[in-house]
């Protein structure tokens, strides 16, 4: 079994690539909606989110964990890897970023640009990975109104489509834009219509990657049967409705995780509460 880890809905655009590259693989899918989303949020706490949830994945039996958030991918992917699956480990964790800088760097004459969260940007980690592979120029900005837009469901309003071109404002001269946040694919008529850069969505190849590595690594997971199992740190009925749009059909029932005393734990019903709180 796969674990696919996203700090909410954005990472199920890349599970519907990785199932459809991987049909005969299990996977569960974990969206940490319930303290997303990351873009704005400090180091350390993404550190901790990210640890809590990577933990949450190998305790449910996954051996090879995909991040698919850019911004932890970004972030905290290399200590993520040399707290679990340093030298001799039998686990394995893997990003989108080294995947989003080779199909960028093969796609693009010179010139690319990057559209991603705050966090994600101020890393700095894909140009660094831009230009391990290449000498082009990089024009990097932030767009943290982008995902919230998405996550209302507005992606196909008039105010999404300004949004877009106003952050596209300046970036004429790239001829690539490497969208480096999950939501940004269901803006993608809206970056055609704004530019006439070539607009590359990185998940695509991010699975092909997979489907290359797991053939060279047969021993950290086997075909199953196709299931999916999802958890959600947020509202698992609302996580459903969202779903469809992101992952292109209906999810299973979504199991409900709390943080409790810095772990992820399952809890069978969300609780809701309303008005003022005394503890």
């Not at 391990?132 to 489509?161: M, N």
């Not at 979504?254 to 969300?270: I, K, P």
Request: include cysteine.
């Amino acid at each position: 079994m796969i674990g696919v880890y996203d700090s909410g809905f954005g990472g199920l655009t890349v599970l519907r690539r990785l199932r459809e590259a991987l049909p005969e693989r299990d996977f569960l899918y974990l969206g940490d909606t319930g303290r997303g989303p990351y873009g704005g949020r400090d180091v350390n706490s993404i550190l901790d989110f990210a640890e809590q949830s990577v933990d949450r994945l190998f305790e449910e039996g996954c051996r090879l964990i995909v991040v698919a958030c850019n911004t932890v991918s970004c972030v905290g992917l290399r200590h993520l890897q040399r707290r679990y699956a340093g030298p001799g480990s039998t686990r394995r964790i893997l990003g989108v970023s080294i995947p989003a800088a080779e199909i960028a760097v093969a796609t693009s004459a010179g010139h690319i640009g990057i559209l991603a969260t705050h966090r994600t940007v101020a890393s700095g980690t894909l140009p660094v990975e831009i230009a391990k592979l290449g000498s082009h120029r990089v024009t990097q900005r932030a767009a943290p109104l982008l995902a919230p837009l998405v996550e209302e469901g507005w992606e196909t309003t008039d105010i999404a489509r300004l949004t877009v071109a106003r952050y596209l404002e300046g970036l004429e001269g790239v001829d690539t834009l490497l969208l480096g946040c999950t939501h940004y694919p269901l803006l993608l008529p809206a970056f055609e219509a704004a530019t006439t850069a070539r607009v590359l969505d990185p998940a695509p190849y991010l699975a092909k990657r997979l489907v290359a590595w797991l053939a060279a690594h047969p021993g950290f997971d086997a075909p199953g049967t196709g299931s999916l199992r999802v958890l959600s740190t947020g509202d698992p009925e609302s996580f459903r409705r969202h779903a469809i749009r992101f992952l292109g059909e209906d999810l299973p029932v979504v199991r409900h995780l709390v943080a409790e005393s810095g772990r992820l734990t399952h809890r069978a019903t969300m609780e809701i509460v309303t008005g003022q709180v005394l503890r």
